[in-house]
């Protein structure tokens, strides 16, 4: 680790249109020779940082860019989030989407600018990464460096870890991701037997696309209550999952939504995504001129190799019954049949907290092995 660098750092505020693509385009120097790394694409950056995105409803936010020798090298931003200050009363700020080489000094600029900017509105702790919020990608990669990741989950360089703890960082939370071959896929046989035994009590449905908002409506309110006492959890808005839906819907098959009904009621849902970081990693960020053209083909023709289970939730009703583990093994077995029908080998389910032991047992049963480690920060300031 390189403790000191030898040119100064200096931190400017991003503002304006120019300022926000140097700070999109940061990731591009520094994994430069990282062949896991997958550029995002450019356009969706943009939207997810356009204040019209529905994050931006209930945050505040800023970004800042670290320049040395006037060459933009790093970036932070840091988040104040309205709705988990209604959730929790706990004066807790973020801090997000950081990037820096590995230079000590850079990451301390970066983190002490973040820092100020929390303190000064009233914030006495702060947490991070989030890239903004809890519902979107979060966390420092610590272990499974040696492959890329999947859709919509973060990627740092090894050093990452450490420069933070060096700035007065401790270990708030892992996050892990689970690895599975998903055509050997077996419900467990005491499972089967119950599922059985309910008859027509349980039902599974694909998406009913017809009823696109009802039903993107039915799963928002599952993930809630299912989530609802997770470590940081925040609701998502009606807007948020509007947003989410909307692209889900347009890229997925519909049998890779799943519901399941109790009883009549719905109760239990997964969402599978196709990998699309296997479809867009050499696009190098652009779908123009021909991107995209070539990555709808390989999303509808040449359907990836790998998907990853992105959202799932059981209602807290059901959580610790039998039907529970029943009904969470019912809808991935039937989101990974579908995708085995369209030439699915691996699939990620990610991410899960490491305490939730529940969550764990029910993935390692099906044969899912832990592929990468992430990990949250916390700081008083």
């Known amino acids: 680790m390189n403790n000191h660098s030898d040119t100064i750092v200096k931190i400017t505020e991003v503002a304006g249109k120019k300022a926000m693509d140097t700070f999109i385009r940061i990731p591009w120097e520094i994994y430069k020779d990282d062949p896991n790394w997958v550029p995002p694409l450019l356009a969706e950056r943009k939207e997810a940082f356009s204040p019209k995105h529905p994050y931006f409803e209930h945050a505040q936010w800023q970004a800042w860019i670290a320049w040395q020798d006037g060459k933009p090298v790093g970036r932070i931003s840091a988040q104040i989030d309205a709705l988990h200050q209604q959730q929790y009363d706990n004066k807790t700020g973020f801090f997000g989407l950081i990037e820096a080489p590995n230079d000590n000094e850079v990451f301390r600029a970066l983190l002490e600018t973040a820092e100020g900017w929390l303190r000064d509105r009233g914030m006495r702790q702060v947490v991070g990464p989030f890239n903004l919020g809890i519902n979107q990608e979060i966390g420092i990669l610590v272990e499974g460096f040696d492959t890329p990741p999947y859709a919509m989950m973060p990627h740092s360089p090894p050093y990452y870890g450490a420069a933070i703890e060096q700035c007065g960082y401790q270990r708030a939370q892992d996050l892990l991701a689970y690895e599975l071959d998903s055509t050997t896929l077996t419900i467990p046989r005491v ?100 991107g995209w053209a070539r990555l709808l083909w390989r999303l509808k023709v040449k359907f990836p190799k790998s998907a990853r289970v992105v959202l799932m939730g059981v209602r807290q009703k059901y959580q610790n019954t039998r039907f529970g583990p029943a009904l969470a093994y019912t809808v991935i077995k039937n989101s990974m049949d579908a995708g085995v029908a369209k030439g699915l080998e691996r699939c990620e389910m990610s991410w899960v907290l490491d305490h939730n032991q529940a969550t764990r047992n029910i993935i390692e049963s099906i044969g899912g092995e832990i592929s990468k480690r992430y990990r949250m920060y916390e700081k008083d300031l």
């Open 191 to 290: 499972m089967q037997a119950l599922l059985k035994r309910s008859g027509d009590r349980v039902k599974v449905r694909a998406l009913r696309r017809k009823d696109k908002q009802t039903e993107l409506e039915v799963m928002r309110s599952i993930f809630n209550d299912a989530w609802e006492n997770n470590w940081n959890f925040v609701p998502f808005t009606r807007a948020e999952f509007a947003a989410i839906g909307k692209e889900l819907v347009m890229l997925l098959p519909d049998e890779f939504i799943q519901i399941a009904e109790l009883d009549g009621e719905d109760v239990a849902f997964v969402v599978l995504i196709p990998n699309i970081n296997e479809a867009i990693a050499d696009l190098n960020g652009r779908l123009l001129p021909f």
